[in-house]
């Protein structure tokens, strides 16, 4: 259900770490299912740092403004600017084109959440 290459936060980001240190960061599936239609995507700066936790940015849905928070502290490297003119990508491909940011990661992924957790979590909070 979700994908195992992942790591999750219980906000509902995940993280994909990559060999090199970095890692891409977006909302998951059932985030976006949760927002409905994404209008807006607000994303931080090439350069900004992070510390694990904080907020990086928000996504606007026809319903709410949430919140991102950083699933583990690192450096912007590349923003999504896609998302700019096409925010509903969030919604049709959130594993994929929907990704936020790129990462290169100044600390661990302790407190993530592998896929099986994750889906305990989404399956609980469903109930």
Do not use: C
Not at 27 to 46: R, S
Not at 93 to 117: E, I, R, S
């Amino acid at each position: 259900m979700f994908p195992a290459d992942l790591k999750y936060t219980k906000d509902h980001e995940w993280l994909r770490p990559a060999a090199d240190g970095t890692a891409l960061i977006g909302i998951t599936q059932y985030a976006q299912e949760a927002l409905g239609d994404v209008v807006f995507v607000d994303l931080p700066e090439v350069g900004e740092s992070f510390g694990q936790g904080e907020e990086f940015g928000t996504v606007e849905s026809v319903k709410t403004v949430s919140e991102l928070n950083m699933p583990a502290a690192g450096d912007v490297l590349e923003v999504n600017d896609s998302l700019g003119d096409h925010p509903e990508v969030v919604n049709e491909d959130p594993y994929g084109k929907g990704w936020m940011v790129k990462v290169k990661l100044t600390g661990d992924l302790t407190g993530l959440l592998d896929p099986k957790a994750y889906e305990a979590l989404v399956s609980a909070e469903s109930h």
